[in-house]
Nanobody, 112 residues
C-alpha cells in the first residue's frame, strides 16, 4: 500500500522557481510510474509530468522546457523542479503513483 507525502508548494513571483517533492512511505514506488498532476477550480486534473521506472519522462506541452521531473529510487521520492513559473501554473499539484494512489495535494501560487 502506497502512502504519498508531498512538500514544497507555496507562493512565488512570475519567473521564479519551486521544487516539489513526493515520498512514498509504502516503499512500492520502484514498480510504478510516478508523476505530478495539477488542478484548478472547475477544471479536471491534468497531467504535468510522469516518469516510469527506468524510462524517459513525459511532459505536458505547457511545461516542456521549464519543468524537470526526477526520481530518487533509494528514497522512493519524485521531484518536480519548476522554473520560469507563470501565473497560469497556479494550481493544486498532486503526486501520483501508478495511476492508482494520490497525494493530498500542495498549492502552488504564481503571482506578483
Amino acid at each position: 500500500q502506497a502512502r504519498l507525502v508531498e512538500s514544497g508548494g507555496g507562493l512565488v513571483q512570475p519567473g521564479g522557481s519551486l521544487r516539489l517533492s513526493c515520498t512514498d512511505s509504502g516503499m512500492i514506488s520502484s514498480f510504478y510510474a510516478m508523476g505530478w498532476y495539477r488542478q484548478t477550480p472547475g477544471n479536471q486534473r491534468e497531467l504535468v509530468a510522469t516518469m516510469p521506472p527506468g524510462d524517459r519522462p513525459t511532459y505536458a506541452d505547457a511545461v516542456k522546457g521549464r519543468f524537470i521531473i526526477s526520481r530518487d529510487g533509494a528514497k522512493n521520492t519524485v521531484h518536480l523542479q519548476m522554473n520560469g513559473l507563470k501565473p497560469e501554473d497556479t494550481a493544486v499539484y498532486y503526486c501520483n503513483l501508478g495511476n492508482i494512489w494520490w497525494g493530498q495535494g500542495t498549492q502552488v501560487t504564481v503571482s506578483s
